[in-house]
């Protein structure tokens, strides 16, 4: 099997890097169609058709309904064709930055990805997550390529809420452990060949990102700042875990992530939080060593990340292991990426591992 990398063919990361979107837009089109959310178009709309406006690029603004679903695509797609735009800006959180890939791919033409959060890894993977109109998992669109330019203004990101950026740390969290167990198991990754030693380095290199820099992070984006934490923790929720997952490979934690997606419970909490739960139920799945099940703990449990199911907004009732039960099948589905771990699981095993995650979770917290 062929050993492939793949990442975007410009990254650029830093304070006031969107008033700079102008300049690297004109790289690729004359004539823009940019989507953005209410929310995010009145925060930095202006700045961006400023940017735009100064180095002759003409566009066209529209409003992302806030899914990224089948529907969405489609509509956002129509409206672009009628604009006749030559390529796709996606300002945002990882759902808008999804759906701008889609429509860009829809039309086969250059996209542009601007975050304001450092929430996920979306920005930079040639792939979308599509959810149904009521928030739950449907499936993964995959791209022949990734983003053209991915831009990252860290003065917006440290101004967004704190919560948003642990979750990112929770999403890149699962980054070395899913390459590691994929690689092992010799699995394809996303990016379509075997791991190379380049993606399993960024894969390692995230997550030792993550225990030197994400508690001095936290606390300055706390304070609404970037600080050399702060740059060095964006680059590995959006760059190093980005790269290292679609090149080194996903496993257990993501598809057990998509399970808890079908717990309305669970609907209020973002990606990254039930990415960081499912990379513990991993870890035990794996009979992790304790030393490195501590390390985890005490990582999740100082970034605020849950390593409880009650966390999770799952109460102990008669019904609760009958819906986690259902979380370990939807874990364990034919198409899912936990069968790159390097041993087989069953939905069953899924399920005692939860049960053991929140039990080891508890006892770390009281």
């Not at 672009?80 to 390529?87: E, G, I, K, R, S």
């Not at 690689?183 to 075997?194: I, N, Q, R, Y």
């Not at 609404?224 to 997952?245: D, H, K, R």
């Not at 591992?353 to 039990?359: E, Q």
Request: with cysteine.
């Amino acid at each position: 099997m062929l050993k492939v990398i793949q990442s975007p063919s410009k990254y650029i990361q830093g304070p006031d890097a969107l008033s700079h979107i102008g300049r690297y837009t004109k790289m690729l089109a004359d004539h823009v169609f940019v989507i953005a959310d209410n929310f995010v178009m009145s925060l930095i709309g202006d700045t961006v058709s400023k940017s735009l406006e100064e180095h002759e690029v003409t566009n066209h603004f529209e409003i992302f309904n806030g899914e990224c679903s089948h529907s969405e695509i489609q509509r956002l797609s129509a409206i672009l064709v009628n604009n006749q735009c030559q390529a796709v800006i996606g300002l945002g959180g990882g759902k808008t930055l999804d759906t701008a890939k889609a429509i860009a791919y829809e039309s086969k033409i250059p996209v542009v990805i601007s975050p304001t959060l450092a929430s996920t890894d979306a920005p930079t993977s040639a792939l979308s997550v599509l959810y149904t109109e009521l928030g739950k998992f449907d499936s993964y669109l995959l791209y022949p390529q990734n983003p053209n330019i991915v831009l990252v203004d860290t003065n917006i990101i440290a101004k967004a809420p704190v919560r948003l950026f642990v979750a990112g740390m929770g999403d890149a969290l699962a980054t070395y452990f899913e390459a590691r167990a994929s690689s092992a198991a010799h699995k394809p990754t996303m990016a379509g060949g075997a791991a190379s030693n380049t993606g399993l380095a960024l894969a390692k290199l995230c997550y030792d990102t993550l225990l030197a820099e994400g508690y001095k992070a936290k606390l300055a984006i706390d304070a609404g700042v970037s600080t050399p934490a702060v740059e060095n923790i964006v680059e590995a929720n959006t760059y190093l875990s980005g790269i290292g997952f679609e090149s080194a490979g996903l496993a257990a934690a993501h598809a057990i992530h998509n399970g808890f997606t079908i717990l309305e419970e669970c609907h209020h909490l973002y990606h990254g939080e039930k990415v960081a739960f499912g990379t513990l139920v991993q870890l035990v799945l794996e009979n992790s060593p304790t030393e490195e099940l501590e390390t985890v703990l005490d990582f999740c449990v100082q970034m605020g990340l849950p390593v409880t199911l009650e966390q999770l907004g799952l109460r102990d009732n008669e019904k609760l292991n009958q819906k986690l039960m259902q979380v370990a099948i939807a874990s364990c589905a034919e198409d899912e990426t936990i069968h790159n771990m390097p041993f087989t699981v069953t939905p069953e095993q899924v399920y005692a591992a939860i049960l053991a995650a929140d039990r080891m979770g508890q006892d770390w917290l009281y």
